[in-house]
């Protein structure tokens, strides 16, 4: 399978804004960001049902993400806006193509390449 191929992110000052974009060739189940920060786990952010369009999101940025589909370009975004400095992460997108498994790190998932964020104050 084809891994996905993202693109976007780079730096900002607090409260700016980015977005991510990704590929997910293949039928896909569902998708999903992901953040790592240097030091730390890999932690699930957004996902998104590609049938339903339902979207889920961690605590810290519900109101200041959104994650939305284009299914025609089987791409998934991530719109951040409010950003904070500890919002500075390398980015992960994720594609599952038959599992509900889109908010865990799982081997199991299909992983893009991985695009660094950086918030300054």
């Known amino acids: 399978q084809v891994q996905p191929v993202q693109s976007g992110g780079g730096s900002v000052q607090a409260g700016g804004s980015l977005r991510l974009s990704c590929v997910a060739s293949g039928p896909t189940y569902c998708k999903a960001w992901f953040r790592q920060a240097p030091g730390k786990e890999r932690k699930w952010v957004a996902r998104?049902?590609?049938?339903?369009?339902?979207?889920y999101y961690v605590d810290s940025v519900r109101g200041r993400f959104t994650i939305s589909q284009d299914s025609a370009k089987n791409t998934v975004y991530l719109q951040m806006n409010s950003l904070k400095p500890e919002d500075s992460a390398m980015y992960y997108c994720?594609?599952?193509?038959?599992?509900?498994?889109?908010?865990?790190?799982?081997?199991?998932?299909?992983w893009g390449q991985g695009t660094q964020v950086t918030v300054s104050s």
């Open positions: 994720a594609a599952s193509a038959d599992g509900d498994i889109c908010s865990y790190s799982s081997s199991l998932l299909r």
């Open positions: 998104i049902y590609t049938n339903t369009g339902a979207t």
